[in-house]
Structures are given as structure tokens and as C-alpha cells.
């Protein structure tokens, strides 16, 4: 089936970089997300990636893509106490052409 | 250029009871999806309209209802609302179906007692 898989949890402290991981299932080609959910809001879209591609950086954020092992991890350097969010990984091509999202990565950065 | 625009943000219902929510995409999008969020289900696909039609549904009962007006406006209704409809409902707008970029609003956080 279709599947979208983070972990839950990361911790950082301010000014290091935080790595978050997704992994996800299906073999179609597809579109591939990072979105960013702050405490009672909505979801921000902050970059994405087509899985024939290794690689996007856009300014503090790096994609990475490994397409054999469909392992994808979002990157953010010099991270900042206003980085603290929730971050979701979701691939397009669901059985209704909807996006399908992982649980969320809660990231806490500490100063 | 407004984002998504979702109305009300906070709504508290009794079981039982129905309830309508609304989503004004960003101007000249034409596709309008719903997603329901919960701590259990996390992110799951409600609906999708582009152009007043309903495109795709996901796996929700009758009871969950949407439509799309000819300036893209979409609604979504819920009957007969269950303790376990308690969630908060996205609403994200894309120039056309299946477009690579998805821009969601802020939601409406609904609360049934």
C-alpha cells in the first residue's frame, strides 16, 4: 500500500542543523513535500522535490532524495527557535490523487 | 496575493447536530481539497473539486459532504456529527487538479460535545 513513514521526535540546539527522515513506499513516479505546521495553524508548504531528482537546496533548507532506498530527509541548517514545528513529508499519487502524509516529525529547538 | 481563507476557525457543535465549513482558495485557483486532522488519524484525504465537480473522495461515510461554487468557494457538511468528528479540518487550494504545489489555510477546528 501507500505509505509515508517519519520518526516523531527531534531535538536540537539552536545553530546546529536538524536532519528530519521519511521514508515512503510505492514505487510511481511522484512529487515529494516538506510541510511545516506551527501550534494552531495550518500547513505551510516549504519545498518540494520530483523523485528523479537527488537533490533541492532553497536557503536554509536542503532536500535530499535517495531514490533506491525511497528515503527522503529535509535538511535545515543553522536551525532557530522559530524553526520549532511540525514537519510532514507527503508524496502525491494517492488512489485518489490526494497527497499522503506521515504522522509529523515534532522538532524542538532548544537555545 | 490572499492565502486560503477557511471560515470559522473555531466551531463547537453537539452531537447530532450538523455543521458547515468554508474554504475561499487563493485567486484564480480552481481546486479546492479538504483534509481531516486528528492526533490519532494524523492527515487524511477528504475530497477534492476542481470546476464545481467533485474529482475524489476518500474513505469517509455519507455523512461528510462538500460542494464548489462557480468562484471556486468550496463548503464541506458534516450530518449527524459524532464525538469522533472532532478534529481540525484543511482546506488547500491548487491552480488545478493534481497540481504539484498544495497551499493550505489555516484550518477550522471543530469540537463536538
Known amino acids: 500500500g501507500e505509505d509515508v513513514e517519519q520518526s516523531l521526535f527531534l531535538s536540537v540546539r539552536e545553530g546546529d542543523s536538524s536532519v528530519i527522515n521519511c521514508t515512503y513506499t510505492?514505487?510511481?513516479?511522484?512529487?515529494l513535500y516538506w510541510y511545516k505546521q506551527e501550534p494552531g495553524a495550518g500547513l505551510q508548504l516549504l519545498t518540494y522535490?520530483?523523485?528523479?531528482?537527488d537533490m533541492k537546496q532553497d536557503q536554509r533548507l536542503t532536500v535530499l532524495l535517495n531514490k533506491k532506498d525511497k528515503h527522503l530527509s529535509l535538511r535545515i541548517a543553522d536551525t532557530q527557535t522559530g524553526d520549532s514545528a511540525i514537519y510532514f513529508c507527503?508524496?502525491?499519487?494517492?488512489?485518489?490523487?490526494?497527497?499522503?502524509f506521515g504522522k509529523g516529525t515534532k522538532l524542538s529547538v532548544k537555545p | 496575493k490572499a492565502g486560503v481563507t477557511q471560515t470559522p476557525r473555531y466551531l463547537i457543535k453537539t452531537r447530532g447536530q450538523q455543521v458547515t465549513l468554508s474554504c475561499s482558495p487563493i485567486s484564480g485557483h480552481r481546486s479546492v481539497s479538504w483534509y481531516q486532522q486528528t492526533p490519532g488519524q494524523g492527515l487524511q484525504f477528504l475530497f477534492e473539486?476542481?470546476?464545481?465537480?467533485?474529482?475524489n473522495k476518500g474513505n469517509f461515510p455519507g455523512r461528510f459532504s462538500g460542494r464548489q461554487f462557480s468562484n471556486s468557494r468550496s463548503e464541506m457538511n458534516v450530518s449527524t456529527l459524532e464525538l469522533g468528528d472532532s478534529a481540525l479540518y484543511l482546506c488547500?487550494?491548487?491552480?488545478?487538479?493534481?497540481?504539484?504545489?498544495?497551499?493550505f489555510g489555516q484550518g477550522t477546528r471543530l469540537t463536538v460535545v
Open positions: 488547500a487550494s491548487s491552480v488545478q487538479a493534481l497540481s504539484t504545489e498544495a497551499f
Open positions: 522535490i520530483f523523485s528523479n531528482m
Open positions: 510505492d514505487s510511481s513516479s511522484t512529487y
Open positions: 473539486y476542481f470546476s464545481e465537480t467533485q474529482r
Open positions: 507527503a508524496k502525491s499519487g494517492g488512489s485518489q490523487g490526494n497527497l499522503i
